[in-house]
């Protein structure tokens, strides 16, 4: 069984800066990529950062040049450095991760999400 354990979420003043953190356990030969999506109340999740195995990068318009996304393949682990924090940014972030190669095949696994509250 494949999980993902997010830490790093918490309370900020707007303009601060936050770091998040999800590392991927179990029986894992690789991981292509890995993610993370935002879900504000009563809207839908939304991609908000995603790096491919090899290094690619993609963002979402709305935190691009903010939010800088990372991955350290040897502890099957994302980041998420959050910097210049909006009040439109307060959610809760879930770590994605996609094609996973495991025991049990071939999986897409999410965290069990993080709250960010970012204060005006």
């Known amino acids: 069984q494949v999980q993902l354990v997010e830490s790093g979420g918490g309370l900020v003043q707007a303009g601060g800066s936050l770091r998040l953190s999800c590392a991927a356990s179990g029986s894992i030969f690789s991981i292509n990529a890995m993610g993370w999506y935002r879900q504000a109340p009563g809207e839908q999740r939304e991609l908000v950062a995603a790096i491919a195995s090899g290094g690619t990068t993609n963002y979402a318009d709305s935190v691009k040049g903010r939010f800088t996304i990372s991955r350290d393949n040897a502890k099957n682990t994302v980041y998420l450095q959050m910097n210049s924090l909006k009040p439109e940014d307060t959610a809760v972030y879930y770590c994605?991760?996609?094609?996973?190669?495991?025991?049990?095949?071939?999986?897409?696994?999410w965290g069990q999400g993080t709250l960010v509250t970012v204060s005006s």
């Open positions: 994605n991760a996609d094609r996973v190669a495991s025991l049990d095949g071939w999986l897409e696994v």
